[in-house]
């Protein structure tokens, strides 16, 4: 039996309005922007970064065997006659055309997830419940952006069951127009907290930008957000003036229509009991903490909303593990003995910096182990920053962490706070304080290493593992 591709050449060249040079391929199998991942039979798709113009990496890309290159007329002189292009005025656009192209192909039904934190958990835990009942088709990384979201959408096959997209923001007017190219049948705001302060003057303006993902909601469709927050009122109003058929709403209160009734929290997973829609459902998530638990009923949420079963999704969040960067574990062995790694390096916010914490304090210790966090600034968060930093040592006095580790100015306001015997040391920046922590782990421990990815804790993260072997993941 042969495999439709992923398009057909002349398909995408009329998706995009391009005009070919050289020959259109039979197929085209996937769409890349980077050729360091590029596979033979992709597009090449020539999009122009902040830092870098995809033009200059086209004969790159066509070395490596792409299959079609979609450029610029700017740029479309600058390649030989017989080179297979699609030229188009402007290749973002031109991305964007063949994923809104896409999405009016697709009989799949869909759902889009945002939030201020646990926007790409919940996507993955959504493709881990949607694919043990049928294709389904997500992101890889969290393409969550201007480029990610048409190019996941690019990306989709025509005969996916479930599509499962991820919508973020980092000012005003963002998420609209990525809203509308999706075009989901359920849209989830996961929550709405103290993130991107610097571009919106408060919780609510995060709320109203949020809520924009309703709008792309095709007819009838559902909407569903966190009972547990302040702004609740306000998303079901925005939610119900977009034109959503339903709003469902999940957390603990006990107006939820997905309601948590209660939780068992381990250091390494979690059980829940919930009432789904009025249906008992109890069930264990492979991946720990509270903030997980509450995501889930999410997750339960927006797959009865789609029509899959209720108790295959529920079964399948026992699989469910951390994401690189997201909680991600690791034991490895010191020069005494093994300690456990724990990677939240992707990204920091007050809410998933306490959820670490959280976490971190009830990791078990051996012997003389600590529990140790290796901290990095949160980014965006305007001028209430220096406070929101300060206001994490009751969460580490609280929780029973032995030992931070700090970087960055605004982290300084925190290691300051704190008493002095859970200073461990403070730097500038990540790449100075890599060697305190290296020195300082031991047989025992458990270290977090968190921070906003502009602090540049992964590289930590990666010293650690570089150091020493690691003796198992802890998947």
Sequence with gaps: MTTEPLWTGARLIEAMDARSQGPVPAAV?????????????????????????????VAAALDKGAALAVVDEAHAGSFPADAPLAIVPDVLRGMEKAGMARRAELTARVVAVTGSVGKTGTKEALRLVLSRQGKTHAPVASYNNHWGVPLTLTRTPRDVRYGVYEIGMNAPGEILPLAKMVQPDVAVITTIQPVHLAAFES??????????IFNGLKAGGTAIINADIPQTGLLRELALAAGAGRVVSFGESEAADVRLLGCSLKPDVSTAEANVMGRPVTYKLGSPGKHIVLNSLAVLAAAEALGADLALAALALADLVPPSGRGARQVLHAPAGPFTLIDESYNGNPASMRAAIENLGRMPVSGRGRRIAVLGDMLELGETAPELHKGLADAVTGNGI???????????????????????????QASSLEPYVLDAVRAGDVVTVKGSLGTRMGPIVKAMTARFPVVQADD
């Design 29 to 57: 199998t996937g769409a890349s922007i980077d050729t360091r991942t590029l596979e033979p039979g992709e597009a090449f798709f020539a999009i122009t970064g902040e830092a870098r113009n995809g033009h200059d990496f």
């Design 203 to 212: 919780l609510e303006g995060i709320a109203r930008e949020k809520a924009a």
């Design 402 to 428: 032995d030992l931070v580790f700090a970087c960055g100015p605004l982290m300084r306001t925190l290691y300051d706070a704190l008493p002095s015997h859970h200073r461990g040391a403070y730097a500038a």
